[in-house]
């Protein structure tokens, strides 16, 4: 296979996993106390970097993760998830044959790391924006102790998503490594 027709095997896998990420992340998802909800959009992403070189996964993510915040009328959470979404991919490798590696396994929890810190401290920014009228205004209210303590209301359902995630995931490699699904595709 030549090198154009490779790099367009990726970007079309790459938009798949993105078109993916959204429909999982926007259309089954279950509310958690808090105001978040539970979906298996990062399983999808957990996937395309056991599949994909990282610049391929991380794009995807992004994209993937802002659309599903833009289809679901999330708008103020749009940015920090086009940030954080490619973040969570970075820990896994797809250097392996298999998607289901120790490492990749391992790597679900600081990639769910990344997500339960990456929301909370966007749940402290968004809180403080609130606040931004208030007497304090916006730097009062970031360096206000009762605005980090209130994000930490994020942290319980964050914490479920990624745990969630990492258990989606650990099933479907082990289904996508039964039926050698890099080798078919030639990724492998």
């Known amino acids: 296979m030549n090198k154009s027709t490779?790099?367009?095997?990726?970007?079309?896998?790459?938009?798949?996993?993105?078109?993916?990420?959204?429909?999982?992340?926007?259309?089954?998802?279950?509310?958690?106390?808090?105001?978040?909800?539970?979906?298996?959009?990062?399983?999808?992403?957990?996937?395309?970097?056991?599949?994909?070189?990282?610049?391929?996964?991380?794009?995807?993510?992004?994209?993937?993760?802002?659309?599903?915040?833009?289809?679901?009328?999330?708008?103020?959470?749009?940015?920090?998830?086009?940030?954080?979404?490619?973040?969570?991919?970075?820990?896994?490798?797809?250097?392996?044959?298999?998607?289901?590696?120790v490492c990749n396994a391992v790597m679900i929890v600081p990639s769910g790391l990344i997500t339960v810190f990456g929301y909370y401290l966007t749940r402290v920014a968004l809180l403080a924006l609130d606040k931004i009228t208030s007497q304090s205004g916006f730097f009062g209210s970031l360096f206000d102790s009762v605005t980090w303590y209130s994000a930490l209301e994020s942290i319980p359902g964050d914490t479920i998503q990624a745990i969630g995630s990492g258990i989606a995931f650990i099933i479907l490699a082990l289904a996508l490594d039964g039926v050698k699904i890099k080798k078919r595709i030639g990724l492998a």
Do not use: Q, R
């Open 6 to 101: 490779n790099s367009l095997k990726k970007i079309a896998i790459t938009a798949m996993f993105a078109a993916m990420t959204m429909v999982l992340t926007y259309f089954i998802k279950v509310p958690t106390p808090g105001g978040g909800y539970i979906h298996l959009g990062d399983t999808m992403i957990y996937l395309m970097a056991c599949l994909l070189p990282t610049p391929y996964a991380m794009i995807g993510a992004g994209i993937g993760g802002a659309l599903a915040d833009l289809m679901g009328g999330y708008f103020h959470y749009i940015i920090p998830t086009f940030l954080i979404k490619p973040l969570i991919s970075l820990p896994f490798t797809s250097k392996s044959e298999k998607m289901l590696t």
